[in-house]
T-cell receptor, first 108, second 113 residues
Framework: KNEVEQSPQNLTAQEGEFITINCSYS?????LHWLQQHPGGGIVSLFM???GKKKHGRLIATINIQEKHSSLHITASHPRDSAVYICAVRRSGNQFYFGTGTSLTVIP | SQTIHQWPATLVQPVGSPLSLECTVEGTSNPNLYWYRQAAGRGLQLLFYSVGIGQISSEVPQNLSASRPQDRQFILSSKKLLLSDSGFYLC????????????FGSGTRLTVV
């Protein structure tokens, strides 16, 4: 079993829809990251969370430490949001565990 | 500001040939450096990380090795590539302490033929 599980694996949405991607983890962590991987392969760090909620533009990330769960929300989705979204957790030191990603396609 | 450079962007190599991928970081000192591989349909797999010059930790035993000859330089190598070495290789850096961000290079798509 993977230390980090994401759902769904694939997601197709119409432009303007509200999108939620979920991440559950089974290990103690010091921080959780949400990453965005573009079709060309480049990865951008969207958020780093250790508690509560963060917002950046149309993106919102939340984490519930007790439930070992995080969600990434995209409001008013747009085709340019199409990408693979990866959840990663950082344990103490340099141990990172990655989910396999959620492939999002937003249709105009 | 800090930047990370990774090259080449794409590489096609025959089985049995050597490999050298290079990653450099600018704008910071003593970063933690990482090599990841992303095989088709799979998540990111940590291959090596380094907390300082000459200090390499291997997460997965395999056909690859890593070296850190300078503070901001991280090299991924192989003496003889296997078909299973094909994949997307990403270099990343982070600060060594505290919950700071994590920055990736643009990646190298390696195809072993």
């Amino acid at each position: 079993k993977n230390e980090v599980e994401q759902s769904p694996q694939n997601l197709t949405a119409q432009e303007g829809e509200f999108i939620t991607i979920n991440c559950s983890y089974s290990v103690g962590i010091s921080a959780l990251h949400w990453l965005q991987q573009h079709p060309g392969g480049g990865i951008v760090s969207l958020f780093m969370l250790s508690s509560g909620k963060k917002k950046h533009g149309r993106l919102i990330a939340t984490i519930n430490i007790q439930e070992k769960h995080s969600s990434l929300h995209i409001t008013a989705s747009h085709p340019r949001d199409s990408a693979v979204y990866i959840c990663a957790v950082r344990r103490s030191g340099n141990q990172f565990y990655f989910g396999t990603g959620t492939s999002l396609t937003v249709i105009p | 500001s800090q930047t990370i450079h990774q090259w080449p962007a794409t590489l096609v190599q025959p089985v049995g040939s050597p490999l050298s991928l290079e990653c450099t970081v600018e704008g910071t000192s003593n970063p933690n450096l990482y090599w990841y591989r992303q095989a088709a349909g799979r998540g990111l797999q940590l291959l090596f990380y380094s907390v300082g010059i000459g200090q390499i930790s291997s997460e997965v035993p395999q056909n690859l090795s890593a070296s850190r000859p300078q503070d901001r330089q991280f090299i991924l190598s192989s003496k003889k590539l296997l078909l299973s070495d094909s994949g997307f290789y990403l270099c990343a850096w982070s600060y060594g302490t505290g919950n700071y961000g994590y920055t990736f290079g643009s990646g190298t798509r390696l195809t072993v033929v």
